[in-house]
């Protein structure tokens, strides 16, 4: 199998890289709350996986329901530091828990944890850092999970050949803690990758808003992103991927 990445929607991409399948903040059901999915969901790929990489706890990064549905238990998940109850609770064995700035293997790569600028909490209470995550084997590649801009972003992982950078949320506006289309095309000067994929748009919409037909905002953040990168950061080649879509490394 090649060295590539799949994004499956929202944060949810697949890592193939160096023999190892590394999967991010499953989100893989067709509704969530409110929230309905406006491409249907890839119905393979998924298999063989090694780990399952968690940034935050807020619930459309950590979403038990995906987990339970779509990843089978012997799967390792890694998350951050006081979380890890929440998915042993729903029959994972193998749950590693890591603070910022820590690092853990797969296979022949090295994961390393680093800093967001994003809350993450649960409405029962439960609350731990945000992270990113930088993957690291014959090639680098970063996962941002949620954050926005912060002092050292630019520090986080030199030589990157792929940033996974998150650009919106889901329905019309943006809430704190989240890079727009603006400010993701910021973060590439800052991050200095060879090839950017916008992630964390596009893939859900409210309801209630709409007559169940995805609306148009739904394209809007990535149009957005594309101008401002192309003025920011024209060295940086972006690869917009549709949901299921692959980029081969």
Do not use: C, N
Request: hydrophobic share 45%; glycine share 10%; no cysteine.
């Amino acid at each position: 199998m090649p060295d590539r990445l799949r994004w499956f929607g929202h944060a949810t991409v697949l890592v193939d890289l160096d023999g190892a399948r590394l999967l991010t903040d499953p989100l893989l059901r067709s509704w969530v709350l409110h929230l309905r999915r406006a491409a249907p969901l890839p119905a393979d790929g998924l298999e063989g996986l090694d780990v399952v990489l968690v940034s935050h706890v807020h619930y459309d990064h950590l979403d038990l329901p995906s987990l339970e549905r779509r990843i089978d238990r012997d799967v390792r998940i890694v998350l951050p530091r006081g979380a890890g109850r929440l998915v042993r609770s729903r029959g994972f064995r193998e749950v590693e828990e890591l603070d910022v700035g820590e690092s853990t293997r797969v296979g022949s790569l090295v994961v390393r944890t680093v800093p967001a600028e994003h809350g993450s909490s649960r409405v029962l209470g439960t609350k731990s850092d945000a992270f990113g995550y930088v993957i690291e084997g014959s090639r680098r590649v970063y996962f941002a999970g949620d954050t926005d801009l912060h002092e050292g972003m630019g520090e986080l992982a030199p030589g990157l050949d792929v940033a996974l950078v998150p650009i919106w949320g889901w329905g019309p506006s943006l809430g704190p803690g989240h890079l727009d289309p603006r400010r993701a095309a910021e973060a590439l000067v800052l991050l200095r990758p060879r090839v950017a994929v916008p992630i964390h748009w596009g893939t859900y919409y409210p309801v209630q808003a709409t007559r169940l037909k995805p609306p148009a905002f739904l394209r809007e953040p990535v149009e957005a992103f594309e101008r401002a990168a192309a003025e920011l950061a024209p060295e940086v080649e972006i690869r917009v991927l549709d949901v299921g879509g692959e980029l081969v490394l």
